[in-house]
């Protein structure tokens, strides 16, 4: 059975940084893309950052120079380091794990889904 298990939300200051983290257990990390989402109150579930088995990456365009998607297969984790957040940026964000190589941009691409963590940012 496949678990992501998310961490490191929390409040912090606009202009601030936070680095999320997401273990994978249950089939090879290495040959699955995966990707961070987020969803705000009120708001559909929306793409942060994908990466692809091999490491090739894709931002959506509000976080697009803020923030960076990364992966360690010794580790089996999915990294989002996110910097100079705002206020827009409050939202519970979820590691998604896809049933392919490639990336993917919509929610459907992928099978797995963590808890979610929240991440909250103060003007």
């Known amino acids: 059975q496949v678990q992501l298990v998310e961490a490191g939300g929390g409040l912090v200051q606009a202009g601030g940084s936070l680095r999320l983290s997401c273990v994978a257990s249950g089939r090879p990390f290495a040959t699955h893309a995966m990707g961070w989402f987020r969803q705000a109150p009120g708001k559909e579930r929306e793409l942060v950052a994908t990466i692809s088995s091999g490491g090739s990456t894709y931002y959506g365009d509000a976080v697009k120079g803020r923030v960076t998607i990364s992966r360690d297969y010794g580790k089996n984790t999915l990294y989002l380091q996110m910097n100079n957040l705002k206020p827009e940026d409050t939202a519970v964000y979820y590691c998604?794990?896809?049933?392919?190589?490639?990336?993917?941009?919509?929610?459907?691409?992928?099978?797995?889904w963590g808890q979610g963590t929240q991440v909250s940012v103060s003007s």
């Open positions: 998604a794990s896809s049933p392919y190589m490639t990336w993917g941009t919509r929610t459907f691409d992928y099978n797995y």
